[in-house]
């Protein structure tokens, strides 16, 4: 079976599963976004390989590939179905060696090599949209025997050791196994440390009110926790790349904590403290006009829960009146009424199920008008599910409760940007932000227009500071969006918003254009300051993300220049990373724009 065929057969039972949901063959044929809708409705196209003795005509295959690795062709895709690549070339090393074996194949055959996780990233940091059989490109596929792991008891704090295609998931519950866990992580752990590492991911924690940290934690990125790590890096005597662990004080480190992807770490050592049981409350009573009430209103504000817990995030589905608010909070001993859970997922009901699938399908066919019951239908089934599987109130250790979307929940694609501001500015920040993000809600449907389908979600989190790093001289990761800024100290926490529609929603991406500006200009000054989340949608114009070449080249890294000291910035962190691979190997478009 070639490619084509394989995805004409994909084709054919996606469009048979729309049917079956309810639209009309031609209804679903006729969409705009079909593409988008195979993403939405289908999840994966099933990762099938090809051998280099069958590789299609229109794929060379690489030349003189290091023996005794597999090297195979397969389709990428990402997980929101916005980039699919047929018939690329990946491998799978089994070692470091290996690793360093292909990357000075590459060097020396004039291929480009991209490490590849779990495939989840938005933005093309990977391979840019469309086509087949990238040329001299071979991805590396981590998550096959890149995944040993170690936790080493003997330091304070305890510390980790792991290969960079283990997943957060893998990671989490072998920390648990020594008593061990992180404040604070992604909603979704089937992700790989590697790609966490490139991106910055992040879950949502600040100290609550009183609250003192506990070694081995941080309550910044995952990228925080690293204290040393293990990377491909060109070696200048020896005319080769290199394997080359660097000390997190180490002169080049600060770049690699964060790199986007512009380079290959294939093991780190991060700091671990001890786990925690949490309780996870779920409300979905509170009204929006409440929570994000003006600062200095009473009641269930967004900041009375900063200050109560300093965990929570507000998920908020267009046209309703209540975001689901999910408030966790540290309980050493479980509340009386809250339910015990054992394993991480607990919300099934965020799973993408057949009701919303259909509605989501009629929106992007063309039916956007829908939008408003869309919105009603996704906060009645969170109203419903968390009665239902009595998952209102839970207590566990910490993973259990922190991980709560499984990869199969409605496909989505994003736009997200940090905001460092005072703690005391947070309740503020949120009103302000949903009141022009109302308004803008409501300008658009004035004209028939829906651009976002999906919630608004806004978390919190603590700065990458080198004060929750267990050693001395630690450095902040210098391409972090949540980086400290030393001219303003006092801007102590991030606000992350993040927008969500279907892939294809029409004018979703000027819509997010214009919210990027005005977040620009508004978080601004002395009151704030705004950084794109790598993984996610940042620098739109009305063509879409990545594509507004201001952003690309000035106000992005400007932002990222701002307050910190020469030597030790953005343009720091580029001279590091070029060095580290001055051909360029581990590059691609995007980061030869952003990162020239
Ligand atoms: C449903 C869902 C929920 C999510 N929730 C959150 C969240 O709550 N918080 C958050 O911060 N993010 C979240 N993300 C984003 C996610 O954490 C990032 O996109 C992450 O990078 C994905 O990891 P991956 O293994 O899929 O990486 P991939 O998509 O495979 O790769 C992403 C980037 O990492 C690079 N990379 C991968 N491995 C290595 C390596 N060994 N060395 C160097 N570079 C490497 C790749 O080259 C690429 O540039 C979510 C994503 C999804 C789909």
Known sequence: MTFKQHKDSTEQSVENTAVALGLSRRGFLGGATHTAALGLLAGWLPAFRIAPASAQATCAVPPNFPSGISLYQQAYENWSGEIAVDSVWTCAPQTALDVLAIVNWAHDNGYKVRPRGRMRNWSPLLLPPGGACPANVVLVDTTQYLTAMSVNTGTSPKTITAQTGVTLDALMAYLESYGLGVTASPSMGDVTLGGVLATGTH????????????????????????????????????????????????????????????????????????????????????????????????GRTYSSYVQSTGRLTAIWFPFTSNPWVKVWTVAPNKPLFSREVTSPYPYSFTDLSPDIA???????????????????????????????????????????????????????????????????????????????????????????????????????????????????????????????????????????????????????????????????????????????????????????????????????????????????????????????????????????????
């Open 358 to 596: 259909a509605m989501a399908a009629q929106i992007i066919t063309g039916n956007t008008a829908l939008t408003p019951a869309f919105g009603k239908l996704q906060y009645d089934a969170v109203a419903a599910g968390v009665v239902t599987t009595f998952t209102y109130d839970l207590w566990g250790w910490s993973k259990n409760l922190l991980s709560y979307v499984k990869p199969n929940t409605l496909h989505i694609t994003t736009n997200s940007y940090a905001v460092l501001l005072r703690r005391a500015d947070i309740q503020r920040a949120v009103n302000e932000f949903t009141v022009y993000y109302q308004s803008r809600l409501a300008a658009y449907q004035l004209l028939g227009r829906y651009p976002i389908n999906g919630p608004l979600e806004i978390r919190v989190t603590g700065l990458d500071t080198p004060a929750d790093v267990a050693i001395s001289g630690a450095p902040s990761p210098q391409l972090s969006p949540i980086r400290p800024r030393p001219d303003h100290p006092e801007w102590d926490v991030a606000l992350w918003f993040d927008l969500v529609t279907i892939p294809g929603t029409p004018y979703a991406d000027q819509f997010f254009a214009e919210v990027q500006q005005w977040m620009f200009s508004h978080f601004s000054g002395s009151y704030a300051t705004v950084r794109p989340e790598w993984a996610k949608g940042w620098a739109f114009t009305s063509a879409g993300a990545w594509s507004d070449t201001t952003q690309l080249s000035s106000t992005i890294p400007d932002a990222f220049r701002a307050g910190q000291a020469t030597g030790d910035n953005w343009d720091s962190a580029r001279t590091t990373l070029n060095q580290l691979d001055p051909f360029r190997i581990f590059s691609v478009p995007l980061l030869d724009a952003l990162l020239p």
């Open 203 to 298: 879950g949502t924690a600040v100290k609550a009110s009183g609250e003192t940290g506990l070694p081995g934690k941080t309550f910044g990125s995952f990228s925080n926790l690293v204290l040393s790590l293990t990377a491909v890096v060109w070696d200048v005597a020896n005319n080769r790349y290199a394997l080359r662990t660097f000390q997190r004080s180490d002169p080049g480190c600060a770049a690699l904590l964060m790199h986007l992807g512009r380079a290959f770490i294939v093991e780190a050592t991060l700091q671990a403290g001890a786990n925690q049981r949490l309780r996870c409350q779920t409300w979905v009573n509170i009204p929006a006009a409440e929570l994000y009430a003006p600062p200095g209103s009473p």
